[in-house]
């Protein structure tokens, strides 16, 4: 394993993931590229409270964070789900890292959530964190 993919939405529950994919790079010695995918028109993003004030200063924290480990961050636009795997094939991934944010509850909810289409339609293998201690 060399390269590690972990998507983040700057929440709580999305740092937990990060956390978990540093550690399996940091198993692994392999590097890991943090994710940003701002989806479009999703004017709740703005003002919601969970998430961060200024993503790209939590992006470089994150990096900060993790100085023994090999990390990029990248920011991309567009829907989570397919941006996650539209880079994960792009810079060849061996690993996506989510977290499982969304997955619980109704059936209809679940079946669409991030981590779900990402588990359905990733170019790899896919590791799930439990982030519902922070939710």
Known sequence: MTT??????????ADLAVEGAAR???AQGAELVLLLVKPVGDVRAVVDPRRAADPDRHLKTLQARFPELTTTSRTETGDPAERIC??????????????NRGTHGNWWRVRDSVPNLVL???????YIVDTRRAQ
């Open 24 to 26: 399996l790079a940091r």
């Open 120 to 126: 359905r339609h990733a170019p790899c293998s896919v």
């Open 86 to 99: 539209a880079v994960a094939d792009e810079l060849q991934v061996d690993t996506i890292v989510v977290g």
């Open 4 to 13: 590690i993919l972990v998507g983040t939405d700057t929440t709580a529950s």
